[in-house]
């Protein structure tokens, strides 16, 4: 979520602080470059060794560092930072931010970048409650400075009320909403299938897998981030959806394959992740089948479904770029390899499912195959995963694209 994004998180004296590590942990997990700042009283909570260690940077304490300033320090990493986090914000670190005081590292940094800034204040809550504090805020905020929290419960000195830092994970969405978006693929537009389907047996039963629908949910919100138009046609999953995806809500393989060929043909590109039924019953029963003590088995007839893949990639009329998916329990490569050929595919993204530590969780990895080449992407979580991969389809693509225009 946060790729090739470039994180100052400044801390400054109180409690809280330690909060802080595990921000910068959910930052770097995030996949953000993080930068740590202390102000000389937050050294008195955390040390910069403990911080060094979870960002993978060194960690900066003082803004007349003669070795640092040797290349303006201070500017350098104003200049650097896509983004400023400060959190805890004490009380004295507002008031001196409102004033655009620069008598630190952490404040003079502030006044020096142009990247957006957001605080989480924490402190007591009489403190938080003086109308000097509440003015602060209030001008800080008029500014144009983004604030989270501070949320209410019991501190640190014993007193309950507002003034407690927000989670670490309150603040890493706050940084995510906050973030310009890139909105490079504003004249892309996708559809995805995602999750399983369900084949009826009767009213009450029915045949599927174990798919939750979480990467085809993950690339889904990966395109629409980046401002693509996007088309989700999902199968029966317990997941949501952002407001920015037009969201198709299906059952069976027959319903999908029907949404998924009038929509292919609108769209640029149509990437087939959903783990669709192979097979569906003959003739599903009107009542439910009940059990009897002289029968020890039923036996169900089953038909193929439509290959919704294949009938993508092989329209003759407004065939859209075509990715597909290949869950594979053995020879992953050579059945990847084999159904790029035989369904006419552009890209397939083959994953192996024998371990059961894919279908239902939250990581993945893909091994992407293309007509001259491939690429692996390595075990990541699946919105990670989902982001590198858009890349490399992107890329793809384009390439295509390109090729298409020379021929003519």
Not at 167 to 172: F, H, K, M, S, V
Not at 245 to 272: H, P, T, W
Request: hydrophobic fraction near 45%; charge should be negative.
């Amino acid at each position: 979520m946060l790729t090739n994004k470039q994180i100052v998180v400044g801390i400054t004296g109180g409690i809280a602080a330690y909060k802080s590590i595990e921000l910068i942990r959910l930052l770097k997990t995030a996949g953000a470059e993080v930068r740590v700042v202390l102000t000389p009283a937050a050294e008195a909570f955390v040390t910069p060794l403990t911080l060094q260690a979870i960002s993978g940077n060194g960690v900066s304490t003082s803004l007349l560092d003669p070795q640092a300033e040797l290349a303006m320090g201070h500017i350098e990493l104003a200049k650097w930072a896509d983004f400023v986090v400060i959190a805890p914000a004490s009380a004295d670190f507002l008031a001196r931010l409102r004033l655009g005081m620069g008598n630190d590292l952490l404040s003079t940094l502030c006044l020096a970048t142009s990247a957006p800034i957001l605080l989480a204040p924490a402190m007591n809550q009489q403190m938080y409650k003086q109308q000097a504090v509440q003015e602060n805020l209030q001008v800080l905020a008029e500014r144009g400075v983004h604030l989270i929290g501070p949320n209410s419960g019991f501190q640190a000195c014993g007193d309950v009320g507002k003034g407690r830092m927000s989670e670490p994970t309150e603040i890493l969405a706050a940084v995510l909403q906050t973030l310009p978006k890139n909105r490079s693929l504003d004249q892309l537009s996708v559809t995805i299938t995602a999750g399983p389907t369900q084949e009826a047996i009767d009213p009450v039963r029915y045949i599927s897998n174990h798919s939750s629908g979480k990467m085809g949910f993950a690339i889904a919100e990966a395109f629409a981030e980046q401002g693509a138009k996007v088309t989700l046609i999902a199968g029966p999953v317990n997941l949501s959806s952002s407001s920015a995806i037009e969201r198709i809500d299906v059952v069976s393989a027959q319903e999908m394959a029907q949404q998924a060929v009038k929509f292919a043909q609108q769209n640029d590109l149509f990437i087939g992740c959903a783990a669709v039924a192979d097979y569906r019953v003959a003739e599903v029963a009107e009542q439910k089948i009940k059990k009897t003590d002289e029968n020890n088995e039923l036996t169900l007839r089953l038909i193929k479904n439509p290959d919704i893949i294949a009938t993508v990639a092989n329209l003759s009329e407004n065939r859209p770029f075509v990715v597909g998916f290949a869950a594979e329990t053995e020879k992953v490569e050579a059945y990847a390899k084999s159904k790029l050929q035989r369904k006419n595919l552009d890209v397939i993204c083959a994953n192996d499912v024998s371990s059961g530590q894919v279908f239902g969780k939250d990581h993945n990895a893909l091994h992407l195959f293309w007509q001259n080449g491939e690429k692996k992407l390595p075990l990541a979580d699946k919105q990670h995963l989902a982001q590198q991969l858009v890349a490399e389809i992107v890329a793809l693509y384009q390439q295509k694209q390109g090729e298409l225009n020379q021929s003519f």
